[in-house]
């Protein structure tokens, strides 16, 4: 269509010049359709519901994408904080050694009230 004025992304443009003018068929596994329409050869239904229903041509790419899950609590690591170190009451269980400093200093005479009042 040269009269037609064309646009987009110039990245789209140079994947379908160097590509031949068009991106390879995918192999369609999933059709919605009306349930009025015949089933096509080869298709079967695993979704039947109101007025449309869910073909699939290969059972076998169904069933694993069905037992697919997404990733949970990739952060967990992260964020998780031990009890024992939020609530000075509950003992570590396999936890790093906490060591107060204002303890330590406590000990060895230091008066580290200044100190403390200074970072409140």
């Known amino acids: 269509?040269?009269?037609?004025?064309?646009?987009?992304?110039?990245?789209?443009?140079?994947y379908y010049i160097q590509h031949?003018?068009?991106?390879?068929p995918a192999e369609v596994n999933y059709i919605?359709?009306?349930?009025?329409?015949?089933?096509?050869?080869?298709?079967?239904?695993?979704?039947?519901?109101?007025?449309?229903r869910v073909l699939v041509r290969s059972d076998s790419i169904w069933r694993h994408h069905l037992s697919l899950r997404p990733r949970t609590r990739t952060l967990e690591g992260i964020y998780g904080v031990p009890r024992g170190i939020l609530f000075a009451s509950e003992s570590l269980e396999?936890?790093?050694?906490?060591?107060?400093?204002?303890?330590?200093?406590?000990?060895l005479g230091v008066d580290t009230a200044p100190l403390i009042e200074r970072f409140r």
Do not use: H, K
């Open 94 to 107: 396999d936890g790093p050694t906490i060591i107060s400093v204002p303890a330590v200093l406590e000990r």
């Open 32 to 52: 919605l359709q009306p349930d009025t329409l015949p089933v096509p050869e080869g298709w079967e239904v695993v979704i039947d519901s109101l007025d449309a």
């Open 1 to 14: 269509m040269p009269e037609a004025a064309l646009g987009g992304s110039e990245l789209v443009w140079n």
């Open 20 to 24: 031949g003018g068009r991106p390879e």
